[in-house]
């Protein structure tokens, strides 16, 4: 995967004709009971062919995957097996995957998660991909620029992509993120930072393989950060489920329909829950994750440039 | 584990007589070449049983261990379960241990972590313990206190720990959480913020089982913070090979000798890479990290009380 991620992120975003970016959160206590119990009880298992599943079925219609480490730790290391098989499956697929593991740490243990996820910061034919199967990586800005570095030298070997968190979508997100400081909030200071990160990191289509995560549920915060990330990705949480509209995410897009890709996850994975769906596909959760993808990409179409 | 975390490791540090924390960070390319060839290739086994070694030589000086998981989750998915079975090593040989993973999320998904590493926020006879073999966990407060309360949720049903990272070690630490915000830094916003999160967590040895990570390379920080921070386990990485001195970390314990852990690695796990270990114990590695680790007892002891 030598090329470099934001271009492949824009070839895929322009082939799929969309935007959204399916994320796989497998909440055991959400996933249809019908599924459960076809397992005898094995959880792990019922939760890796959960999200082969979803991927299987999104895989024709979106150009990007994102899996929630979280809710695959929860189920201990065998959860970590069914992971690396799942994002598998996802770029068999044709489908690029984003680990949202919002990892985080100083020098040399910041290279080793590096070198887990986006590549060895030392390079070198037996270092040319993660460990991981993995396109790109959430990060988190707290500990400063040495704890940024070692990702963004192991995305130069490989060509692999990172979403730094810059503005969060959860209701205590401004507890610090907000704090001002020199006459404007942290977040602005993380903001501002990155531009000088992701430079070196631009291709071809104009955007870094550095991106940025901002929520959805700040649209104010949006149309700022927008301005002040040119030529950065956006990955944009918080559509859906958490209360961001399209006509929210879509100042975060470019006149091509490029910069931005709008997660949704229980929206679309869990959507068998939802009366309109349940009626009409009942066990066949797959129909259900199907046709919220496609009510998606409508409603995201009707607010943004065509691709 | 039900007792409250802060009350087990103030026993443990009192019972081992000092306050240690051993940093199993096993990068393959500093482990004895000897110790690596002895398995034929098989890296996750040689770091394996590099880290069940070390803790089987650690057990009966210290308190606790520290894994920092980034080196495991390196080795890809089988390293994860090599992580497990080396701390459920620590865990029968009478260790306390700490996951080293500076985990952060929002709301549910914060819940998964902790879940993973602390407990179920919803306990409940099927959640009394977490799903790895772990004692407490270091997070990221970057998203606010709704990314903290579910790891605490968590907390109150198993009796694990946290440790938030307060003010870091490294270079570039500084960069954000320095950043001055309402007439005091980011670090001191969080500190602050910690003290209420801490409160319903207190143990009968006066500590909170919400602990706080503050490096050693800022002295006049870890000063500052051991005084807001009261009836708080301050995680102290940064000495040895970081620059931080015994003197450096004194400030950081009560006059019983409690409050405080510190952490060392590779002083202690590479050890055998000096060469005042090496002409004395040559490939017995076990040897020098034996020697390393009663050579720092002895120095935290000569500036700390006598616990």
Same mark, same amino acid.
């Given at each position: 995967m030598s090329q470099n991620f934001a271009d492949r992120l824009a070839q895929s975003v322009k082939s799929k004709g969309n935007a959204v970016l399916v994320g796989i959160d497998p909440r055991p206590d959400q996933l249809p009971s019908h599924w459960i119990e076809s397992f005898q009880g094995d959880v792990v298992r019922a939760v890796q062919e959960f999200g082969t599943e979803v991927v299987r079925t999104v895989a024709p219609l979106v150009p990007a995957v994102k899996f929630q480490m979280a809710f695959y730790e929860a189920l201990g290391p065998t959860g970590m097996i069914a992971l690396e098989a799942t994002a598998n499956c996802a770029r068999e697929n044709g489908l690029l995957v984003i680990m949202d593991g919002k990892r985080n740490d100083i020098g040399s243990t910041a290279a080793a998660y590096a070198t887990a996820y986006?590549?060895?910061?030392?390079?070198?034919p037996e270092n040319s991909?993660?460990?991981? =199967? &993995?396109?790109a990586l959430t990060i988190n800005p707290y500990l400063g620029g040495e704890g940024i570095t070692p990702f963004l030298q192991g995305c130069r070997h490989t060509g692999a992509g990172l979403f730094l968190l810059?503005? =969060? &979508?959860?209701?205590?997100?401004?507890?610090?993120?907000d704090l001002i400081a020199d006459g404007k909030p942290v977040y602005r200071h993380v903001a501002d930072r990155m531009m000088n990160w992701a430079e070196p990191f631009r291709g071809e289509c104009g955007y870094s393989s550095l991106g940025a995560v901002v929520g959805a549920t700040s649209p104010a915060q949006l149309a700022e950060l927008r301005q002040v990330l040119r030529g950065i990705w956006i990955l944009v949480p918080g559509y859906g489920a958490q209360g961001g509209t399209a006509a929210d995410v879509a100042?975060?897009?470019d006149e091509q329909g490029l910069g931005a890709i709008v997660n949704n996850s229980r929206g679309i994975?869990?959507?068998?829950?939802k009366s309109e769906f349940a009626t009409r596909f009942g066990s066949n959760w797959q129909a259900s994750v199907r046709e919220a993808t496609l009510t998606m990409i409508k409603d995201l179409a009707k607010h943004t440039a065509k691709t």
């Amino acid at each position: 995967m030598s090329q470099n991620f934001a271009d492949r992120l824009a070839q895929s975003v322009k082939s799929k004709g969309n935007a959204v970016l399916v994320g796989i959160d497998p909440r055991p206590d959400q996933l249809p009971s019908h599924w459960i119990e076809s397992f005898q009880g094995d959880v792990v298992r019922a939760v890796q062919e959960f999200g082969t599943e979803v991927v299987r079925t999104v895989a024709p219609l979106v150009p990007a995957v994102k899996f929630q480490m979280a809710f695959y730790e929860a189920l201990g290391p065998t959860g970590m097996i069914a992971l690396e098989a799942t994002a598998n499956c996802a770029r068999e697929n044709g489908l690029l995957v984003i680990m949202d593991g919002k990892r985080n740490d100083i020098g040399s243990t910041a290279a080793a998660y590096a070198t887990a996820y986006v590549g060895s910061p030392e390079g070198g034919p037996e270092n040319s991909s993660p460990a991981w =199967t &993995s396109d790109a990586l959430t990060i988190n800005p707290y500990l400063g620029g040495e704890g940024i570095t070692p990702f963004l030298q192991g995305c130069r070997h490989t060509g692999a992509g990172l979403f730094l968190l810059v503005r =969060t &979508s959860n209701p205590s997100a401004g507890e610090f993120q907000d704090l001002i400081a020199d006459g404007k909030p942290v977040y602005r200071h993380v903001a501002d930072r990155m531009m000088n990160w992701a430079e070196p990191f631009r291709g071809e289509c104009g955007y870094s393989s550095l991106g940025a995560v901002v929520g959805a549920t700040s649209p104010a915060q949006l149309a700022e950060l927008r301005q002040v990330l040119r030529g950065i990705w956006i990955l944009v949480p918080g559509y859906g489920a958490q209360g961001g509209t399209a006509a929210d995410v879509a100042v975060a897009f470019d006149e091509q329909g490029l910069g931005a890709i709008v997660n949704n996850s229980r929206g679309i994975t869990f959507a068998y829950q939802k009366s309109e769906f349940a009626t009409r596909f009942g066990s066949n959760w797959q129909a259900s994750v199907r046709e919220a993808t496609l009510t998606m990409i409508k409603d995201l179409a009707k607010h943004t440039a065509k691709t």
